[in-house]
């Protein structure tokens, strides 16, 4: 039975910064949802950034809409399902839904004891473990930051990329580790199809993907910049849902997808968008969101699902993070091993939760 929902709030500093083409992140405001019940709680962290600036959802606008519309659609009796189903007219807010409902899935598995690798159906134990390499400052740094990354076991490099600081980078790191290595780029929408033919360049260079070349709304300029360039395009700010997933792969607008649990309002239409492209053939990876352990350890267990064929965002914790909110996951061999104990497999370190706040506690009807 749910007994409440708590929200707390705290803060962590990235061990260095973070530059996408949309701004540098040197620490990541942090938002849980605790949901306590009779015998365990449950943990979600919630992905939203400080800005609107990767999509419209922000951290204090997820707090808002969690304790004003999600919380109170909340009884005894709910589950990860009936809120998901409950919280339907809510429009939009996935990283909101996607927070409550991961909250109450890692409580009731616990109760169920049963592990979330194990409900969503994974057949893995251990995933294979990409890194994503923000924007430096100048090529010699990008060759030493990837080189580092590759001497540490990563198994697949992401490049972020913005326009004018694309092919040279590829060109780059190409010449400098290889062919060999699995590489791709991501843009995070910076790019125009006006710009299609500069993006035809990274043709040369044997990507696994691009990520996201144009803006979230623009499927049509996707469509067209998939004919025009060979490099398969990979959508990730664009895909919110099943249906978004299944629209962009009917108009040929990605050939790949990037799965976010956060983005798709939750780790049932994670699972969704998986089966839909895995009864396509259409690969997936499992993206990152500078998550702690608490979001990394339920994105392992997506990332063990048959269709992620693809390596994904989900690095050790030491690659953003001094400590961990939760023990620590590490790169083995070029793998994360994948938790197999009840729910999430993990709860907060209380030493590290002590410095944090419960910000919030809403005792939930009893039916
Ligand atoms: O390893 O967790 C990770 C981060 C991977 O590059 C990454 N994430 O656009 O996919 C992205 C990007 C991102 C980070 C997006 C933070 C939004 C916030």
């Given at each position: 039975m749910l007994r409440a929902i708590e929200l707390w709030r705290g803060g962590i500093a990235l061990v260095s910064p973070f530059r996408t083409s949309f701004g540098t992140d040197t620490s990541r405001d942090l938002l849980y949802v605790r949901a306590v019940g009779d015998e365990h709680s449950g943990w979600g962290e919630c992905v939203a950034g400080t800005e609107p600036n990767y999509s419209s959802e922000y951290l204090e606008n997820c707090v808002e809409v969690i304790s004003r519309f999600l919380v109170p659609m909340l009884c005894a009796d709910s589950t990860a399902q009936s809120f998901i189903a409950d919280a339907a007219p809510i429009r939009g807010n996935y990283m909101s839904k996607a927070t409550v409902e991961a909250a109450l899935l890692d409580l009731q598995l616990r109760d169920q004891k049963i592990s979330l690798a194990k409900f969503l159906g994974a057949n893995k134990t251990k995933v294979p473990s990409g890194v994503s390499v923000g924007i430096q400052n100048n090529l010699n740094n990008l060759v030493r930051v990837v080189g580092e990354y590759l001497a540490q076991g990563y198994v697949r490099v992401k490049l972020k990329i913005e326009p004018g600081s694309d092919i040279e980078l590829v060109r780059t790191v190409r010449k400098e580790f290889g062919d060999e290595i699995l590489l791709q780029v991501d843009a995070n929408a910076a790019y125009t199809v006006a710009d299609a033919k500069h993006l035809k360049q990274l043709d040369a260079f044997n990507l696994l993907l691009i990520e996201q070349p144009l803006p979230e709304d623009d499927l049509a300029g996707h469509v067209e910049l998939a004919r025009q360039i060979n490099t398969p395009v990979c959508l990730d700010e664009s895909i919110t849902s099943l249906d978004t997933a299944r629209g962009a792969l009917d108009l040929k607008a990605c050939s790949v997808i990037n799965i976010k649990p956060g983005r798709v309002g939750g780790y049932l239409e994670a699972k969704k968008i998986h089966d839909l492209c895995l009864s396509r053939g259409v690969p997936v990876w499992c993206g990152g969101m500078l998550e702690t352990g608490i979001g990394r350890a339920a994105n392992l267990a997506l990332a063990a699902l048959p269709g992620f064929t693809l390596p994904g965002d989900i690095s050790a914790s030491a690659r953003y993070f001094a400590r961990d909110i939760t023990p620590p996951f590490v790169i083995e061999s070029g793998h994360i091993e994948v938790p197999n104990t009840v729910g999430i497999g993990v709860e907060p370190l209380p030493e590290m939760l002590a410095?944090?706040?419960?910000t919030a506690v809403f005792e939930v009807a009893k039916n």
């Open positions: 410095n944090f706040k419960r």
